[in-house]
Every structure is written in C-alpha cells, then in structure tokens.
C-alpha cells in the first residue's frame, strides 16, 4: 500500500466513525493536513479506531508530523494494547480516552500493559470517589472486571466465572490463579452448519480452489439460515449494484453467490464491484475474488460469545451483559486484493473448510493471520 491509500483508509474511517470535523478540516482542509504528514504517519493514523483517530485531529490542528512525532508514536503503541486483539481490549471507550488526555505525562519506555492499566483505573477511581474511597476491595472488583472478560474470551461462561470469583472474594490470594486456567472453546452457529460437522474436510491445495458438492451444500444451508429480510430502500441499492455486478462476471457467479450477494451492505458490494470490474472475465482471480467475498460474508455470520464486563458508577460492581459478535471478516478485502493467485486461493479453501466445522479458534486465527499481512490492524477491524 501506498501513501494514497492510507489516505483514502483514513478518510473512510472517519466518515464510518461519524466523527465530526473542526472547520479548518472541512472540505479539502482535511487533505491538505493529512498530505503533511509521510506514508509511515499515515500508516499509524490509519490504524487507528474512533478514540485514537478523534483525539489526533485534536492535538494536530496547526501542527506538523515533527510537532506531534511523540506524541504519535505512543499512539501507536498503546493502540495495539486496546485493539481488538492486546490483552487490554476490555477497557471502555471512556477509559481509552482517559488514557490518551495522559499522553503527553507518559515516557515512551514505560509504556506497557501494567502502567496503561493503572491509568485507565484512575478513571474508576475518580467514578468511585476520592482516593481515599477507593477500597481494597474496589481494587479486587476492578481486577476481577478484567479478569471476566479474560475468562469469558477463554470460554468460561457467566455461572462458572461467579463461582470462581466467590472463591477468590473468600481468599484474594488466589486472584493469579484466574489467569492460568485452561481454555474452553464456546462458539454459536446456526443449527445448520452445527449439523454439518460431519462433513469430509476439502483439500488443502493452493493451485484450485476447492468446489466439491459437499461443501457447495453445507453452504447451501447456511445461506438458508442467515438469509434476513432488508428494507425496500436497501434492496433497491443491493439490486443495482449487484445487476452491475453481475453483467461483469457474466455466468461466473452462482444462484448461491448471487443469494449471498444480496444479503450484503451497498457499502461493501460496491466494494466488491469496484475489485470485480479490474479483474478479467475469464481469468481464475475473478471466481477467487467471488467466492472470497460470498464465504467470508458466511464466516461473519457465525457468532463468537462475548462477554463484556463492566464496572462503573452508574454499573455497580459485577454488571456483565453477554452478547455474541462475528469477526468482520469484510475488513480484509483490501488486503486479500494483493494477494497473488496462489495465496488467495489457500485463503479460499480456509474459508470453506471452516464453514464445513466451524470453531471458534479456526474462525480468529485466520482473522490474526490475514491481520499478521499489514502493520496495523484498527481500520481493517472497524470499517466495512
């Protein structure tokens, strides 16, 4: 990728995160400041979600890369620690902000896991009360908070995290303890594709792409789950790109493609057309780029259980609310975009051998490993 496209990323995410512009930045303001800065300060900027993207157009205004070079750097690396996948990732958009107006307190060398982590409890302790208010046992609540959403991403559900929490209230001493317990591997599915495990696993072949009629079926039904109603207005948008779309590939998309097809965002359809329409008709990288997009929109719809955990004044102790999420796997299409033939058709066969026995660890490991292709990760995990 070039300076151009993280430009572009940017600018997209800000239009996806809603942020609001100071006027200076309004119009072509924006271009202007960001033109300012080299590839590798647009690169961090790019990886940026809607906490760190919103406080850069605040310190930046007026400044050069040079004035705020610092300050960009610590950015960086505290944002991998609260992205999607550092081990900080359960704090609040809240406490995420209070961390960044301490930025400039912050020495680059001590920035670690540890010292973010107290930052982001001031925030507790001043929800809490004064310093004086905030008790030893508020201190083990807040370290049992991360800990929930530590355990629940390991598999534990909400009665077993209670149980265990109970024992540790009885004896502190063994708060450690809840982080070197085993892992559990929870995932929801449609009952369709949890049927479908039996299924002999495709070939691993990088050269073709595999097509057996097992798989073909498995996704059949999968299809038949996830299909949701849409509004009049949005099948209309759905409609006109994909007839766009499909009087490019022709006969290259299947009835099942086309299926998947209209279940999409606009957004993300143009996108697709945008990719097909440099693509040429007969060649292999155009049935590739069709099965990547109609697969990983399947992968999508299977829902990892999530449980966010949350201590705050208005929360009490203890408030957990559990919700299921699926990786938003559209956020890879820029990269799977560069990848030769035989790297996109290995990228393929994954999505389909996982579709055939989805698990929770298959799913996240090829999100990580399509992550692993760029140095940031923010714009392809918040934008589609």
Same mark, same amino acid.
């Given at each position: #990728?070039?300076?151009?496209?993280?430009?572009?990323?940017?600018?997209?995410?800000?239009?996806?995160?809603?942020?609001?512009?100071?006027?200076?930045?309004?119009?072509?303001? @924006?271009?202007?400041?960001?033109?300012?800065?080299?590839?590798?300060?647009?690169?961090?900027?790019?990886?940026?979600?809607?906490?760190?993207?919103?406080?850069?157009?605040?310190?930046?205004?007026?400044?050069?890369?040079?004035?705020?070079?610092?300050?960009?750097?610590? #950015?960086?690396?505290? !944002?991998? #620690?609260?992205?999607?996948?550092?081990?900080?990732?359960?704090?609040?958009?809240?406490?995420?902000?209070?961390?960044?107006?301490?930025?400039?307190?912050?020495?680059?060398?001590?920035?670690?896991?540890?010292?973010?982590?107290?930052?982001?409890?001031?925030?507790?302790?001043?929800?809490?009360?004064?310093?004086?208010?905030?008790?030893?046992?508020?201190?083990?609540?807040?370290?049992?908070?991360?800990?929930?959403?530590?355990?629940?991403? #390991?598999?534990?559900?909400?009665?077993?995290?209670?149980?265990?929490?109970?024992?540790?209230?009885?004896?502190?001493?063994?708060?450690?303890?809840?982080?070197?317990?085993?892992?559990?591997?929870?995932?929801?599915?449609?009952?369709?594709?949890?049927?479908?495990?039996?299924?002999?696993?495709? /070939?691993?072949?990088?050269?073709?792409?595999?097509?057996?009629?097992?798989?073909?079926?498995?996704?059949?039904?999968?299809?038949? !789950?996830?299909?949701?109603?849409?509004?009049?207005?949005?099948?209309?948008?759905?409609?006109?790109?994909?007839?766009?779309?499909?009087?490019?590939?022709?006969? /290259?998309?299947?009835?099942?493609?086309?299926?998947?097809?209209?279940?999409?965002?606009?957004?993300?359809?143009?996108?697709?057309?945008?990719?097909?329409?440099?693509?040429?008709?007969? /060649?292999?990288?155009?049935?590739?780029?069709?099965?990547?997009?109609?697969?990983?929109?399947? @992968?999508?719809?299977?829902?990892?259980?999530?449980?966010?955990?949350?201590?705050?004044?208005?929360?009490?102790?203890?408030?957990?609310?559990?919700?299921?999420?699926?990786?938003?796997?559209?956020?890879?299409?820029?990269?799977?975009?560069?990848?030769?033939?035989?790297?996109?058709?290995?990228?393929?066969?994954?999505?389909?051998?996982? @579709?055939?026995?989805?698990?929770?660890?298959?799913?996240?490991?090829?999100?990580?490993? @399509?992550?692993?292709?760029?140095?940031?990760?923010?714009?392809?995990?918040?934008?589609?």
């Amino acid at each position: #990728m070039n300076k151009t496209d993280y430009l572009y990323m940017i600018l997209d995410n800000i239009l996806v995160f809603n942020i609001k512009l100071p006027p200076e930045f309004q119009g072509n303001g @924006l271009n202007g400041h960001l033109n300012k800065f080299d590839e590798y300060g647009l690169k961090v900027i790019a990886g940026f979600n809607k906490n760190f993207l919103d406080h850069f157009l605040k310190i930046s205004r007026g400044k050069t890369q040079n004035d705020i070079k610092d300050a960009l750097k610590k #950015m960086e690396k505290i !944002s991998y #620690m609260v992205g999607p996948i550092g081990n900080l990732n359960y704090l609040t958009p809240e406490q995420v902000d209070h961390i960044l107006t301490k930025i400039q307190t912050l020495k680059f060398e001590e920035i670690n896991e540890e010292k973010i982590g107290l930052v982001a409890d001031d925030l507790l302790r001043e929800q809490f009360g004064a310093p004086g208010n905030y008790s030893a046992a508020d201190a083990l609540e807040s370290q049992l908070s991360s800990a929930a959403f530590y355990l629940m991403n #390991m598999g534990y559900y909400s009665e077993e995290i209670q149980e265990k929490f109970n024992e540790v209230r009885r004896h502190p001493s063994k708060l450690g303890e809840l982080f070197t317990l085993p892992q559990k591997e929870i995932y929801s599915i449609p009952t369709e594709i949890e049927q479908s495990s039996t299924v002999s696993p495709p /070939s691993s072949s990088e050269s073709e792409a595999d097509n057996n009629q097992s798989i073909n079926d498995v996704i059949a039904r999968h299809v038949q !789950s996830i299909h949701q109603d849409i509004t009049e207005e949005k099948a209309q948008k759905v409609d006109e790109i994909l007839q766009e779309i499909k009087a490019h590939v022709k006969d /290259s998309m299947s009835e099942l493609q086309e299926k998947v097809f209209r279940q999409m965002h606009p957004d993300r359809l143009n996108r697709a057309l945008k990719m097909l329409r440099t693509t040429k008709r007969k /060649s292999k990288r155009m049935q590739l780029f069709l099965e990547w997009f109609s697969e990983s929109f399947l @992968l999508s719809k299977i829902e990892l259980k999530v449980e966010h955990w949350q201590v705050s004044s208005s929360a009490g102790h203890g408030s957990a609310g559990v919700y299921t999420a699926g990786i938003d796997f559209s956020r890879y299409d820029n990269i799977i975009r560069e990848f030769p033939d035989n790297k996109l058709t290995k990228v393929v066969n994954i999505t389909r051998k996982i @579709l055939q026995n989805p698990t929770k660890k298959a799913i996240q490991k090829l999100g990580q490993d @399509l992550i692993a292709e760029t140095g940031f990760d923010e714009h392809l995990y918040f934008t589609d």
